[in-house]
């Protein structure tokens, strides 16, 4: 079946340009989670969305960024007022459910250049 | 707070060769342990993955990672590497006991780069 979709693979943006990445989990998966890999920093929890309950948003790193999920399933992650240490690969995944036992299936993310 | 050490970054091994790659963890109670594997320009593959039950857990490609409490370790091995397998590998923690995103996020190590020499 399909695996989880993310656009677009590549973003080149500009210094203070906002920006959106998508995530199109698998279908039938109620959890959704999106990290953030960067040399620096390796591979970071930013935000958990579990069905229809309120997103767990403690691992966003400023303001500058939030996410949707509407209906349950596409995710959005958008970024405002872009800044250069805002470039890394975003990775979106997608769980059938939210048990910690659960394996979280990854995208293939999007890789973002601020200029 | 749960934390996972790879203190490897970078692993060479010849091909037909037994590799390992080494992990360890720190959560508070009993830990869910995962690897993943990231193939250039590609997202994270599930390779396996410990819950309870035998410390010898197998996964996908040949892998297998054995749980060890008392050292806090989840080592990735495979009797006979391929060049194929060389990629970037991660561990990974969940803490099923941990409050709010400690519980369901992934906490992973920073990635040991595995090169399998012809």
């Known amino acids: 079946g399909a695996g989880v979709s993310q656009s677009p693979s590549n973003k080149v943006t500009e210094k203070g340009k906002d920006v959106e990445l998508r995530c199109d989990p698998i279908?039938?998966?109620?959890?959704l989670y999106w990290y953030r890999q960067s040399l620096g920093q390796g591979l970071e929890f930013l935000i958990y969305f579990q069905g229809n309950s309120a997103p767990d948003k403690s691992g966003l790193p400023s303001d500058r960024f939030s996410a949707e999920r509407t209906g349950g399933s596409v995710s959005t992650l958008t970024i405002q007022r872009t800044q250069q240490e805002d470039s890394a690969v975003y990775l979106c995944a997608s769980s059938y459910g939210h048990q910690a036992k659960n394996i979280q299936y990854f995208g293939a993310g999007t890789r973002l250049s601020v200029l | 707070a749960q934390s996972v050490a790879q203190p490897e970054d970078q692993v060479n091994v010849a091909e037909g060769n037994p590799l390992t790659v080494k992990c360890t963890y720190s959560v508070s109670g009993n830990p869910y342990l995962f690897w993943y594997v990231q193939y250039p320009n590609r997202g994270l593959q599930f390779l396996l993955k410990?819950?309870?039950?035998?410390?010898l857990v197998k996964g996908s490609y040949g892998f297998e990672a054995e749980f060890n409490k008392s050292q806090t370790s989840f080592h990735l091995k495979k009797p006979s590497a391929l060049v194929s397998d060389s990629a970037l590998y991660f561990c990974?923690?969940?803490?099923?006991?941990?409050?709010?995103?400690?519980?369901?996020?992934?906490?992973f190590g920073k990635g040991t780069k595995l090169s399998v020499i012809p």
């Open positions: 990974a923690v969940r803490d099923p006991l941990g409050s709010g995103a400690g519980s369901y996020q992934l906490t």
């Open positions: 279908s039938g998966h109620t959890a």
């Open positions: 410990y819950i309870t039950g035998d410390n």
